[in-house]
C-alpha cells in the first residue's frame, strides 16, 4: 500500500498563501515535491496491484529481482550474503532476514552455506523464483510501458537526468533549526499569522 496517497495538488496560488505562515515553504519547490509524491504513489500502486495478482508483495518482488541480476566479473549468477542483500534493497538485516524467510517457505529462494566462508550463508534464486519472475515481467513491463507512455522518448530522459539529481543525501533538520524557523516566522515583519493554505 502506497506510504501517502495524495489525489490533490494543492493549487499554487495556495501554496503562496501558506508561504505567509510558514517562511521556510518554498512554493515552487513544494508543488514539485508534492507532484513527485502524487506520480511516485500513483506508480507504486499500479506495481503493487499487479504484483498482487500473483501474491508477491514489493519487498519480496525486490528481493527476487536483485537475485535474478547478481552477476560476478563473468556474468555469471551468483548468490549473495543477506548482508548485501539488506544493502542493495536499503533495508535491515532483520527485514531482509524475513523476507528470505518467506520466499524460502515458498520454495522461491534457497539458503546455501557460502562457498568461501561456511559459517555465513547464501541466497540464492531457485528454478520455481525465476519461473515466478518470468510470469510477473511481462506483465510489470507492460505497465511500467504504459504509465510512461504520455513522455516522448527525450522527456523521458530529461526526468531521469532531474530525478537523478534529486537523489542525494540531505542534512537532517535538528530542533534548534525547527525551533529557530518557528521564531523566525513569528516574529518575522508583516507575518499574517492568519493566512490559511
Known amino acids: 500500500m502506497p506510504l501517502v496517497m495524495l489525489k490533490n495538488v494543492p493549487r499554487y496560488e495556495c501554496l503562496l498563501e501558506a508561504a505567509k505562515q510558514f517562511p521556510d515553504l518554498e512554493p515552487s519547490a513544494c508543488e514539485a515535491f508534492l507532484h513527485l509524491v502524487r506520480a511516485g504513489d500513483e506508480a507504486l500502486s499500479v ?14 518482488f525486490g528481493v527476487l529481482m ?3 541480476n547478481s552477476r560476478d566479473d563473468q556474468c555469471v549468477r551468483r548468490p549473495l550474503s543477506p548482508a548485501e542483500l539488506a544493502e542493495r534493497t536499503g533495508v535491515t538485516r532483520a527485514t531482509i532476514t524475513g523476507l528470505v524467510d518467506t520466499l524460502e517457505r515458498d520454495g522461491l529462494v534457497k539458503r546455501d552455506p557460502d562457498a568461501t ?3 555465513m550463508m547464501a541466497v540464492s534464486l531457485t528454478a ?13 513491463f507492460q505497465q511500467m510501458s504504459a504509465l510512461m507512455q504520455p ?4 522527456e523521458r530522459r530529461l526526468l531521469v537526468q532531474l530525478l537523478t539529481r534529486l537523489v ?16 523566525t516566522s513569528e516574529t518575522a515583519p508583516g507575518h499574517n499569522v492568519s493566512a490559511r493554505a
Do not use: F, N
Open 47 to 60: 506495481a503493487e496491484k499487479h504484483l498482487a495478482q500473483h501474491s508477491v508483495t514489493q519487498g519480496r
Open 66 to 68: 536483485i537475485l535474478l
Open 117 to 119: 566462508d561456511r559459517r
Open 128 to 140: 520455481k523464483g525465476e519461473e515466478v519472475l518470468h510470469q510477473i515481467l511481462p506483465g510489470y
Open 151 to 154: 513522455l516522448t522518448v527525450a
Open 168 to 183: 542525494r543525501p540531505l542534512p537532517p533538520v535538528t530542533e534548534d533549526e525547527s525551533s529557530d524557523a518557528e521564531l
